[in-house]
C-alpha cells in the first residue's frame, strides 16, 4: 500500500478485519479471528490478502496497520547519539510522555490535541477514507525523546496540505534533533505529493515561532484571539513552508 493510497478492498469481510485493527491499533491474531464470523480458511485466505497488498503486517501472531514511509536514519551530535526513524504502536507511551514533556514547558494547543487524540483512540497510525495520520520518533538508547507529526487530511480538496508538529523533551535540545524530525517530516509530505505543511501556533510561543522562520518557514495567516490561555485571549499563527 502506497502511503497516501486509500485503502480499497475485495469484500466486506478484507473491509471489516482492517478497520478493527485499524480502530485498535495492534490486534492479536486470535481475538481478531474472535471478532469475525469467518470460517478459519476464509479467515486466512482474506488476513493474507490483506497482508500481501501491504495493509496489514504481522509479527509474531499480533497485527498492525502496514504503513510504510521510511527508514531508520542515524545521527550523532557532540557526544549523543540519536536515530529518527518511524512510529509505531510500542511507542505510544512514549510519544505520551514526550509531548507532554514539550506541553508542560510551552504553550503548544496542537500539539496538547494530538495527545488527546492518541489517548482516545489508543492508536499511533490512523488510515482511512478520512483521515490519515503518521509520526516519526527521534530515540536515544531506544527511548523517544522526539516527535513530528503529519496530519493527513483524505478529503480530495484538502488533499494538498498537511499540519505537522514537532517537538523535543527539554533535557535533549539544542542537538540539532527538532530540525531533522521536522526535515523528515518535510521530506515525506514532499515525496507524497504535498505541496504544503503548516503549522499553528500561539503567539506566545517565541520559541518555537523563531524556530520555523529560522528553517524558512512564512507566517501565513494570524487567528486573533483565537485560544484562551491563562484565562486570556491570544493569537495564532499559522505558519506554512511550500513544498
Not at 485503502?7 to 478497520?19: G, I, V
Not at 486466512?44 to 501491504?54: M, P, Q, V, W, Y
Not at 514539550?102 to 482511512?128: F, G, I, P, S
Not at 496530519?151 to 530540525?179: D, F, H, K
Request: glycine residues 8%.
Amino acid at each position: 500500500m502506497g502511503s497516501t493510497e486509500r485503502p480499497t478492498f475485495s469484500s466486506d469481510a478484507s473491509r471489516r478485519l482492517y478497520e478493527y485493527v485499524e480502530r485498535h491499533g495492534t490486534v492479536e491474531r486470535h481475538k481478531l479471528r474472535e471478532y469475525v464470523s469467518l470460517s478459519s480458511d476464509e479467515f486466512g485466505s482474506r488476513l493474507e490478502e490483506l497482508k500481501a497488498d501491504g495493509y496489514l503486517e504481522e509479527d509474531g501472531g499480533t497485527l498492525q496497520i502496514g504503513f510504510e514511509f521510511g527508514a531508520v536514519e542515524t545521527y550523532e551530535s557532540d557526544d549523543l547519539a540519536f536515530a529518527i526513524r518511524p512510529g509505531r504502536h510500542d511507542d505510544f507511551d512514549g510519544l505520551i510522555e514526550t509531548i507532554r514533556d514539550v506541553t508542560d514547558t510551552e504553550t503548544y494547543v496542537v500539539a496538547e490535541t494530538v495527545a488527546e487524540e492518541l489517548l482516545y483512540e489508543n492508536a499511533v497510525t490512523r488510515h482511512n477514507a478520512v483521515r490519515s495520520r503518521v509520526f516519526f520518533v527521534a530515540t536515544v538508547e531506544g527511548d523517544v525523546v522526539g516527535w513530528t507529526h503529519l496530519e493527513l487530511p483524505q478529503v480530495e480538496r484538502r488533499r494538498g496540505t498537511a499540519e505537522q508538529t514537532v517537538g523535543v523533551r527539554e533535557a535533549y535540545r539544542g542537538r540539532g534533533i527538532g530540525s531533522k524530525l521536522l526535515e523528515r517530516g518535510i521530506e515525506w509530505a514532499d515525496a507524497n505529493g504535498y505541496r504544503k505543511v503548516y503549522n499553528s501556533v500561539p503567539v506566545t510561543n517565541d520559541r518555537a515561532l523563531e524556530f520555523l522562520t529560522d528553517r524558512g518557514w512564512d507566517t501565513e495567516a494570524i487567528r486573533r484571539n483565537h485560544y484562551a490561555i491563562d484565562e486570556e485571549l491570544v493569537d495564532e499563527v499559522m505558519m506554512a513552508r511550500e513544498l
